[in-house]
């Protein structure tokens, strides 16, 4: 069955400092992958997805930018993090263009 | 593109009465109508859908309606229970756009003994 996989869970960084978030998903191959972010108290703004190695497409501009290095890895990465970049970061993939499955969400608090 | 608009943002129940939770939408290509349930701390978890062929569907306690000529869609659930405290969020896709679900900004339900 597939799963996904993401870190880490709970994440408190300085304004100014990097960023990487990590997701990667088993059991299936050549899926489609998402970064969704939800502010506090509100619903989910898609920030990527990604269709296969190397391509990325990006729905808003924003201070982050994501990679796909390999077919079931998706990083999310940021080189100097805003206040306005806490929130709860959620990692999603599907492989039919009915479903999606997200991950267990990585809260990032920028102080 | 689209934009979903989700009302109440808050909703406060008694355990065993109806909860009702209405969305509106303005891509009239949009054809797939899922609604999540995020317990705090959690990940979404999809409950129920519905497509655009389809005007209502109905899972034990849980039922969606959907008017595509007027474009909304609506939640119920019947005998609620403390377990249904949740948010709950709808959603819209176009099949054409694989994934990227356009999200309501959800409805705090809170279900009191």
């Known amino acids: 069955s597939q799963t996904i996989h993401q870190w880490p869970a709970t994440l408190v960084q300085p304004v100014g400092s990097p960023l990487s978030l990590e997701c990667t998903v088993e059991?299936?191959?050549?899926?489609?992958l998402y970064w969704y972010r939800q502010a506090a108290g509100r619903g989910l703004q898609l920030l990527f997805y990604?269709?296969?190695?190397?391509?990325i497409s990006s729905e808003v501009p924003q201070n982050l930018s994501a990679s796909r290095p390999q077919d079931r890895q998706f990083i999310l990465s940021s080189k100097k993090l805003l206040l306005s970049d806490s929130g709860f970061y959620l990692c999603?993939?599907?492989?039919?263009?009915?479903?999606?499955?997200f991950g267990e969400g990585s809260r990032l608090t920028v102080l | 593109g689209e934009n979903v608009e989700q009302h109440p943002s808050t909703l406060s129940v008694q355990e065993g009465d109806s909860a009702v939770i209405k969305c509106t939408y303005s891509?009239?290509?949009?054809?797939?109508f899922p609604w999540y349930k995020q317990e705090l701390g959690k990940r979404p978890q999809l409950i129920i859908d519905?497509?655009?062929?389809?005007g209502e569907k109905k899972d034990q306690r849980i039922a969606v309606t959907l008017n595509k000529t007027a474009k909304h869609f609506s939640l119920h659930i019947t005998e609620t229970q403390p377990e249904d405290s949740a948010v709950y969020f709808c959603?819209?896709?176009?099949?054409?756009?694989?994934?990227?679900?356009?999200f309501g900004a959800g409805t705090q339900v809170v279900v009191t003994p």
């Open positions: 999603a993939w599907s492989v039919r263009p009915e479903e999606l499955f």
């Open positions: 059991g299936t191959s050549n899926p489609n």
């Open positions: 990604s269709v296969g190695i190397g391509q």
């Open positions: 891509d009239s290509a949009s054809n797939y």
């Open positions: 519905i497509r655009s062929n389809v």
């Open positions: 959603t819209t896709l176009r099949t054409d756009s694989w994934g990227k679900l356009q």
